[in-house]
């Protein structure tokens, strides 16, 4: 027991008979100063209500174990979360004698949940409120789009998750994005910068810098696909009307009799 990596403790209706050193080490308490306590003096105020509530259910016969992710306060005062296992230890008569509990601290794996929920939140703000078109796809199949891309392209969240990259992309495309796709998937590159032509619902035809990265797991397949994309179709036509522009100048420049002009 006192070799255990995880802290073990023996209860009686809640009050603590018997610890490890496991248990020691995480809560700051000796042996000696924990016998006599109980499970509220070591368990944080918002979590004391739950645990008692699942040792009543235990005592009374209704459950014979449980589990639950609570919080513990050292006697430093620090927030520890851990896993914890309880069981009941039963006499012949079914009556409990004692409480076995298993605690698992999990304090570091809270903290990444929590950092990583906390940077998701700010990034899907990021997202909603992007001016630029943004799409997270899997295998080419659309999973979720933001606003912006929803409106470029007219058609709605819902609409769009049941649609594939090729649904919205026009038929000239198609190809050069499959072979970028291909290669994405094979490990040949990471990402890829292509203007491309999208295909809105009401048949406008938009053109877009699109850039497509891709999430890889550990071992390096592919989770997800992330695409930005830029409208660019006014661009564009700026663009060719400017270079149209510039060859009716150079034309007219070029000619030396009035009447050709």
């Known amino acids: 027991v006192n070799n255990s990596s995880i802290g073990i403790v023996l209860t009686n209706k809640g009050k603590i008979l018997r610890s490890n050193k496991a248990f020691q080490d995480l809560i700051e308490y000796s042996e ?3 016998i006599g306590m109980t499970v509220k003096d070591v368990s944080f105020h918002e979590d004391q209500k739950m645990s008692y509530e699942y040792i009543h259910k235990l005592l009374s016969g209704e459950v014979d174990k449980f589990s639950m992710n609570k919080r513990y306060v050292s006697r430093s005062g620090k927030i520890i979360w851990a896993k914890t296992n309880v069981a009941a230890v039963r006499n012949s008569e079914g009556i409990t004698t004692y ?27 990021i997202v909603e409120n992007s001016t630029i078109g943004i799409a997270l796809t899997r295998h080419g199949r659309v999973v979720r789009t933001n606003p912006a891309f929803q409106k470029m392209i ?6 769009l998750s049941k649609m594939t990259v090729v649904d919205v992309a026009l038929e000239s495309d198609k190809e050069e994005t499959l072979k970028n796709v291909h290669q994405l998937m094979a490990g040949e590159i ?12 009401d048949g406008r035809i938009i053109w877009a810098r699109t850039r497509v990265a891709a999430v890889r797991g550990e071992e390096g397949a592919i989770k997800y696909e992330v695409s930005m994309i830029e409208d660019i179709t006014e661009e564009l036509k700026q663009g060719a009307l400017l270079e149209a522009l510039n060859n009716l100048m150079a034309s007219l420049l070029g000619k030396t009799d009035v009447r050709e002009i």
């Open 32 to 34: 000696e100063e924990l």
């Open 154 to 159: 007219g058609y709605t969240e819902e609409e």
């Open 190 to 201: 990471d990402d890829f910068t292509m203007n491309k032509q999208f295909l809105a619902k």
């Open 99 to 125: 409480e076995v509990a298993l605690i698992d601290d999990i304090t570091e794996e809270k903290e990444r949940q929590e950092a990583f929920a906390a940077q998701k939140q700010r990034l899907d703000v």
